[in-house]
């Protein structure tokens, strides 16, 4: 089946087939930045915005992309310059291996579409869908409180 939507800002129109899962087919477009971790809903790394909100893409097929508006990490930074979520996550060095990486920076995104000044619990709630394995979160926490008002 065609799935029209928009990607990044990009009109698009694309053959998927029924039983293929948002995540394979963002992958297979091109946007490796939507990582495959558990392929549970548990882990977040495939994380992406659909009409403003986070989800996880292996519970999505890609049929059910049609219509709506997708961002991934590859549509965040415009013209070279970064967004002020992957600036504050690189200047706090808020990333070890980078594998969840792409997943939180959605789901911080999505928090700061919402909510553009949030208490440090309240981003705590924005991430519980995501874990890392490597930083601890206190780093995480502390870019997203820097890319704050500025996204
Ligand atoms: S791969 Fe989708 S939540 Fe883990
Ligand atoms: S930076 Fe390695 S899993 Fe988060």
């Given at each position: 089946m065609i799935v029209r939507f928009k990607l990044n800002g990009e009109l698009m129109e694309e053959n998927v087939a029924e039983d293929e899962r948002a995540l394979d087919f963002l992958r297979r477009i091109g946007?490796?930045?939507v990582k495959e971790g558990?392929?549970?809903?548990?882990?977040?790394?495939?994380t992406i915005i659909v009409n403003g909100k986070n989800v996880v893409?292996?519970?999505?097929?890609?049929?059910?992309?049609?219509g709506t508006e997708v961002l991934t990490?590859?549509?965040?930074?415009?013209k070279g310059s970064l967004d002020p979520i992957q600036e504050a996550f690189a200047d706090i060095g808020a990333?070890?291996?980078?594998?969840c990486t792409p997943g939180m920076e959605m789901s911080a995104k999505a928090l700061l579409i919402k909510n553009s000044n949030p208490s440090v619990e309240e981003i705590k709630k924005g991430l519980e869908g995501n874990l890392c394995r490597?930083?601890?979160y206190f780093k995480i926490i502390d870019a997203v409180k820097k890319a704050a008002g500025k996204s």
């Open positions: 946007m490796k930045s558990c392929g549970e809903g548990e882990c977040g790394a495939c893409s292996c519970l999505m097929l890609a049929a059910e992309l049609d990490t590859e549509g965040l930074s415009k990333v070890q291996c980078g594998f490597c930083t601890g």
